[in-house]
């Protein structure tokens, strides 16, 4: 049943948990007029809905509703709910109301208590829905301001369970507290992405974040020049941040948001996977390289070592380059590497590892009689520097170093080592992750085959 239009006053005048109610259950009209829907209310008290909103809407359908004229109080309510046949289940929806949710009306009469103080200042206390806060302030206009703001919070809290935002509230606010109130350290890549995201839409207050504000940062994005992958990974990143407001903080912030955005990304055409990458240096290539390194005296870093110790061993060179001689073990022909990268544990996960064959004794030389100190005394970013101006100066075309990963990994399978084994070795996690370094063809097949009819 459909009755008696409802006129939206306006922030000013409508209360925060009348203008949630009006959300939730009201239908808006042709001409900006809205509608309640009784039948909603009644059953929704009868089921044992949430009281406090059976309640709001109540006092909604009473403070807001003009029939027929603007007269409000008793007169009013009596002249709306003579718009009502008794079978309607009014009758039953006030009894409810009336028998429980007294507590409630109650609450909504426990107004902010304000006290002058011998210094001239004011108190302001408030007490709602058993939750205290109190503060003190120069004068009581401020004073009675900031008792509206909270009062007006924790009606908020009491309706949906979450916490308004402060008004003035931005995105760079809420990264930033994230970052001060995470107990996990971040990486490289997650710390650029958060500082990327405050300079973009860190003005934008929380209250204000929409699906607009996230579609403008992706055409910023793309006018930047990333890339699908790219910005998938960036509204992830500010998807976690989201998610801890909402879940950690309990602020009513829209959790979704950057998902939906992320969706989004497919129907504009753009890649969020990135392609899987088959590239292996060949041994032509390699030799080029050797040459090229041994030929240049300017070259600092014994980058054959570099590249030669990353194919015996699968490392990344980020992991070679971290190594420290009392990461290795001696006796056992083992090496510990730390911070070894994982997608869902970024540091302390450290790996102990075998130097096989070419491995060890590439290392061996290297440990002589020292206790600590790097090994190879190299930088991630020197090691990466000078491989790709090797290449660029070769004309080696998509040469990476990481490429010699999935070298390394493909060699372990061709030389019979079984997928734990292989998996032990690069750190892989599961299958999945470790199929995209495999690159077997038939002819590996035939090898394996041969061994194990020969052993």
């Avoid at 239908?27 to 309640?36: E, L």
């Avoid at 079978?87 to 902010?112: C, D, H, T, V, Y």
């Avoid at 699906?211 to 793309?222: G, H, K, N, P, Q």
């Avoid at 300017?298 to 194919?311: N, P, S, Y």
Wanted: aromatic share 8%; net charge positive; hydrophobic share 40%.
């Amino acid at each position: 049943m459909q009755v008696g239009p409802i006129h939206h006053r306006g922030d000013a005048e409508f209360p925060a948990y009348m203008y949630l109610i009006y959300k939730d259950i009201f239908q808006v009209g042709d001409q900006g007029k809205s509608y309640v829907l009784l039948h909603w209310c009644t059953r929704g008290a009868h089921k044992g809905h949430n009281g406090y909103r059976c309640w709001a809407l109540y006092r909604c359908i009473v403070a807001h509703t003009l029939v027929g004229s603007s007269a409000g109080g008793s007169a009013g309510e009596m002249e709306f709910f003579s718009e009502f046949p008794s079978s309607s289940g009014l009758a039953s929806f006030l009894r409810i109301m009336a028998a429980g949710s007294q507590p409630l009306m109650n609450e909504e009469l426990n107004m902010a208590t304000f006290t002058k103080l011998k210094s001239g200042k004011w108190r302001a206390q408030v007490r709602k829905f058993g939750v205290y806060r109190g503060a003190t302030f120069t004068t009581k206009t401020e004073a009675k301001a900031w008792a509206e703001v909270v009062e007006r919070q924790l009606i908020h809290v009491a309706a949906v369970g979450y916490s308004q935002p402060p008004k003035d509230a931005t995105v760079d606010d809420l990264i930033c507290k994230y970052i001060e109130m995470s107990v996990a350290r971040f990486g490289k890549t997650k710390t650029a992405t958060l500082d990327m995201l405050i300079k973009k839409i860190g003005h934008v207050r929380l209250r204000e974040l929409n699906a607009l504000v996230m579609r403008d940062f992706v055409d910023s994005r793309i006018e930047d020049g990333a890339g699908g992958v790219t910005i998938a990974a960036d509204l992830s990143f500010l998807s976690s941040v989201l998610k801890w407001a909402r879940h950690s903080r309990r602020l009513d912030i829209p959790v979704r948001l950057a998902l939906e955005a992320r969706e989004s990304l497919k129907h504009m055409g753009l890649m969020t996977r990135s392609s899987e990458r088959s590239r292996e240096p060949t041994d032509a290539e390699l030799d080029q390289l050797y040459a090229h390194w041994a030929q240049n005296p300017r070259q600092i870093i014994d980058m054959t070592i570099m590249v030669k110790f990353a194919l015996a061993t699968g490392m990344r060179q980020g992991e070679i380059a971290r190594i420290k001689v009392e990461d290795v073990n001696r006796r056992l022909r083992t090496v510990l590497i730390r911070d070894r990268k994982d997608p869902k544990k970024k540091h302390g996960n450290n790996q102990v590892v075998p130097l096989l064959g070419d491995a060890w004794e590439i290392l061996e030389p290297y440990l002589s009689n020292r206790m600590r100190g790097s090994i190879f005394g190299v930088k991630e970013a020197s090691v990466s520097a000078a491989f790709t101006r090797a290449c660029k100066q070769l004309g080696i075309q998509d040469l990476r170093f990481h490429d010699l990963r999935h070298k390394a990994t493909a060699d372990f399978f061709r030389h019979g080592l079984a997928i734990p084994h292989v998996a032990l070795m690069t750190g892989h996690k599961t299958w999945a992750m470790l199929k995209r370094y495999t690159e077997i063809n038939a002819a590996d097949v035939h090898s394996a085959s041969a061994r194990l009819a020969t052993a």
